[in-house]
Structures are given as structure tokens and as C-alpha cells.
Nanobody, 128 residues
Framework: QVQVAESGGKMAQTGESLTLSCAIT?????????LGWFRQAPGTKREGVAC????????YYVDSVKGRFTISVDKAKNAAYLHMNDLKPEDTATYYC????????????????????WGQGTQVTVSS
């Protein structure tokens, strides 16, 4: 069983940077999970933003954030992070992290359907 708690969201200006944190609590070692970040803006479907395999060296990103966002994991702290650079108003959303008991980010990772441990999310608002 996995539980997560996201934090770090706030209001930002276009072009600024922000790092979101995800504190993870699990019965099992964090190395058993691939990890993902997702977001949902009002009136839209949840969208996969980033996913990283269990080996932590092959991340996947949605096209709209490639080159701007980076997912990372700190096993010692049982935490995952989403480093966001060059923020845009379209990045405005509630951001969630979640874990998947699987070695790799599956082809359908962006749906989030196979992930567990959804937290309350953290709000990011980017103004122009």
C-alpha cells in the first residue's frame, strides 16, 4: 500500500521555476515502484506529466513539458520531485504524484489508471 503527500505548489509568473515534492509512504521499498506526476486543470481530464521507471534512469514526459520539467527521486528521503522550469499559464493545474507497482512506465502510463496512492494534490497557478 502506498500513500503520498504532494507539496510545493504556489502562484508563479510566466517563465519562473518551481519544484514540487511528493512524500511517499509505503509498506515496500520505493525501488519496487515506477513513479509518476499528473495534473488536472478545472474542466479537463487528468493528464500524465512525467513518469520514471523503477531503475530511475529513463523518464517519460508529455510533449508539452519536454525540456522544461524534470522528474527525480530521492530514495533516502522516500520522495519524488517535479522540477518545473519556464512555467507557462497552461501549466496551471492541480498536480498529483502516484506510484505503480511495476518496473516500467507502461505505454498507457499517462492515463494514471494503473497508479495508486493518489494524494490531495498541490495547486500550481501560473499568471502571464
Amino acid at each position: 500500500q502506498v500513500q503520498v503527500a504532494e507539496s510545493g505548489g504556489k502562484m508563479a509568473q510566466t517563465g519562473e521555476s518551481l519544484t514540487l515534492s511528493c512524500a511517499i509512504t509505503s509498506t515496500f521499498d520505493l525501488d519496487n515502484y515506477s513513479l509518476g506526476w499528473f495534473r488536472q486543470a478545472p474542466g479537463t481530464k487528468r493528464e500524465g506529466v512525467a513518469c520514471i521507471n523503477r531503475d530511475r534512469w529513463r523518464p517519460y514526459y508529455v510533449d508539452s513539458v519536454k525540456g522544461r520539467f524534470t522528474i527525480s527521486v530521492d530514495k533516502a528521503k522516500n520522495a519524488a520531485y517535479l522540477h518545473m522550469n519556464d512555467l507557462k499559464p497552461e501549466d496551471t493545474a492541480t498536480y498529483y504524484c502516484a506510484a505503480h507497482w511495476y518496473a516500467y512506465c507502461r505505454s498507457d502510463w499517462s492515463s494514471g489508471s494503473s497508479f495508486e496512492g493518489w494524494g490531495q494534490g498541490t495547486q500550481v497557478t501560473v499568471s502571464s
